[in-house]
């Protein structure tokens, strides 16, 4: 075992030598034209759909607020929440209407704001004590069944990536979501799938993590790009080395995903998010390098997310996108913010707060 640590360990070395040389050469390089055509870039924001009664005030919001802000990119996460026609047993109400999706958007149209629908594919099938209906009212489609509903001991269950019929049912809900929100990309999640190849699953038990999770990113692309046409976005924290970026569990992978980025297309737009204060940032470069357009990702933390879009912007080549600003929180609780509503959470105010930052340190033409 003590060869295989060590070769382990020599080559996470030089792979972070390898990104550490592409950061220096990148940021070597004139910027006055990269800033320009920056400005022209995603300027997006990643909201968790609201309960009906609350979307009204989350479209005043972005009227008022976001719109005026420069927000051209709207990434919607609904999950769930839709009155889902093909699989009514999945809705959790409230649940969002066909007409309240169109609704959003004409505004986002009128507004010049591209709308991408949201279902979170693979994991974050539960969360804390409440397991998502795919897994409640399909059982069998379950990476880990023998673990019980409530969830202890775990972060969030994961559907098993091998079952015959669980593409068949996901893809049902992609499409509605498509039509629904007219929409010509969208974003299929991914991020924090811990729990993948488990020997629970008889499918999957035994397999290479790796292998499957580029199998199911796989999937969604043959028919999200393949036959539906739309681009497809994900995030990125599976597809990085814990051992190289030294990133955390959190937005890297030890549980041996991260070769999945040489199995899967490039014309996936990678969401990179990092939330925590860091010197660098080396993950935005990689995946550009890989091949992949990136967006970097922030949330509330206004020191760090200002240090990651400055480090992306230096390190930017043509296939960096934009940043984009996650929330967290209700889409209706980060509108109360945005909107000074005093009862507003504190992590809705943060994250509203470090957004408003972000975009206007952006357009200040330089740092």
Known sequence: MAAPLQRRKVM?????????????????????????GQRKGWRAVHLIAPNPDGLPLLKRAIETHLAPWGVNVLVFEVNYKFAYRSHPELRMEPALSVQD??????????????LIPEFNCLGHQSWRQTTFPLLTKYREFDETPQIPLDNPGIYCRSWCPLHPQVNEVVFALMDELLDAFEADAFHVGMDEVFLIASDQCPRCRGKDPAELFAKAVNDYHAHLVGRRGVEMLMWGDRLLDDAVTGYGKWEASQNGTAPAIDKIPQDIIICDWHYGLRQAYPSVLYF???????????????????????????????RWLGHMGTTWVDGAEFAKALLGDPSASDTARQAAETLRACFARWGDGGQ
Not at 12 to 36: D, N
Not at 101 to 114: D, F, N
Not at 289 to 315: C, E, N, P
């Open 101 to 114: 999706a169109r609704s959003l958007a004409e505004l986002c149209r009128r507004l010049g704001i591209r």
């Open 12 to 36: 996470a070395m030089l792979a972070s030598s390898l990104v550490g040389t592409l950061v220096a050469e990148v940021e070597a390089q004139p910027t006055t034209e990269k800033r320009e």
């Open 288 to 318: 550009q390098q890989k091949g992949f357009r990136v967006v970097s990702a922030s949330w509330k933390d206004k020191q760090a997310a200002l240090a990651f879009l400055d480090y992306a912007r230096r390190t930017a080549t043509e």
